[in-house]
């Protein structure tokens, strides 16, 4: 009997040594300037911190959200007008420096375990000739995740098609 209480004192203690909670004192965005995001999803690819600031770094016909936390750029979002008839792994191309070795939905999405890119559906400028892309860069989290970000890029381009950026067919 005695055997019982131990394990249950020893399986305490060890629990207490989890490296696993998080050092965060900031709450997890809801939305990436303007566009809506799950915190659940969007939260392990960003560190541990104090604070966090999202700022809007839009310009050029290209849409720019920055995640920052403790001064230091955490991730990315992007949505950008390319030629049509490019695909996800062009855009990608022209993002990152590491081609994201994952695709989805018929090559619609690229993504790797920290970034990700798609093309929206539906969102076409026909008088420029081009579509809506978009991205997401984790930068300064550990965690890697294919399906998680698959997930990120995508709920957050569904909500960029839902969205005036889509709507405005380029001229938001």
């Not at 203690?13 to 965005?29: F, K, N």
């Not at 960003?46 to 955490?74: F, M, N, Q, Y």
């Not at 007008?81 to 989805?104: C, D, I, M, N, R």
């Not at 400028?125 to 930068?139: G, I, K």
Request: aromatic share 6%.
């Amino acid at each position: 009997m005695v055997v019982v209480p131990a394990i249950a004192v020893l399986v305490a203690a060890l629990s207490g040594c989890d490296s696993d909670e998080s050092e965060r004192d900031y709450a997890v965005p809801q939305d990436l300037c303007g566009v809506a995001v799950d915190a659940g999803d969007l939260g392990p690819f960003l560190p541990d911190g104090k604070e966090i600031t999202v700022r809007d770094k839009s310009g050029g016909g290209t849409k720019v959200c920055e995640v920052v936390v403790d001064d230091k750029l955490a991730l990315r979002a992007t949505q950008a007008w390319v030629e049509e008839g490019k695909t996800a792994a062009y855009f990608a191309s022209s993002q990152s420096l590491e081609a994201p070795e994952h695709s989805a939905e018929d090559e619609r999405f690229r993504y790797s375990g920290n970034e990700a890119f798609g093309k929206t559906e539906g969102c076409v400028d026909t008088e420029q000739r081009q579509e809506l892309y978009t991205a997401v860069q984790a930068q300064s989290s550990e965690h890697k995740d294919a399906d998680a970000m698959k997930r990120l890029i995508t709920a957050y381009t569904d909500e960029v098609e839902a969205s005036p950026s889509c709507k405005a067919g380029g001229k938001a």
